[in-house]
């Protein structure tokens, strides 16, 4: 059984910076395509960044291209979003969600459909 534990989050100022990390336990981390989502107050979840197994296919929501970066770690079994300009439209519990079949497609809507696991979420405040 795969878990998925989230953590990183916090409180930053705006143009502050900050790195979630996604660890995945119970399977094997090679096989798994990642995700990031978020959900603010009071609006739907939307898909943040996404990388394939390989690394090879990696996507970024056009509201955080250029601010964020996802990248693995195939030694700690860990994803990591690097999250910098940060601003307080980011604030939001950060969710990474783990497909079994490796794979990162270019809707996440579709990656949020084919996703097998979530984690519990870790809350990012961005706010002066």
């Known amino acids: 059984q795969l878990q998925i534990v989230e953590s990183g989050g916090g409180l930053v100022q705006p143009g502050g910076s900050l790195r979630l990390s996604c660890a995945a336990s119970?399977?094997?981390?090679?096989?798994?395509?990642i995700g990031w989502f978020r959900q603010a107050p009071g609006k739907e979840r939307e898909g943040v960044s996404c990388?394939?197994?390989?690394?090879?296919?990696?996507n970024y929501a056009d509201s955080v291209k250029g601010r964020f970066t996802i990248s693995k770690d195939h030694a700690k079994k860990t994803v990591y979003l690097q999250m910098n300009n940060l601003k307080p439209v980011d604030t939001g519990v950060y969710y990474c969600?783990?497909?079994?079949?490796?794979?990162?497609?270019?809707?996440?809507?579709?990656?949020?459909?084919?996703?097998?696991?979530w984690g519990q979420g870790t809350q990012v405040t961005v706010s002066s």
């Open positions: 969600a783990a497909d079994t079949f490796g794979r990162c497609p270019d809707s996440f809507a579709v990656l949020a459909d084919i996703a097998d696991y």
């Open positions: 119970g399977s094997t981390f090679e096989d798994l395509g």
């Open positions: 990388i394939s197994a390989t690394g090879r296919a990696i």
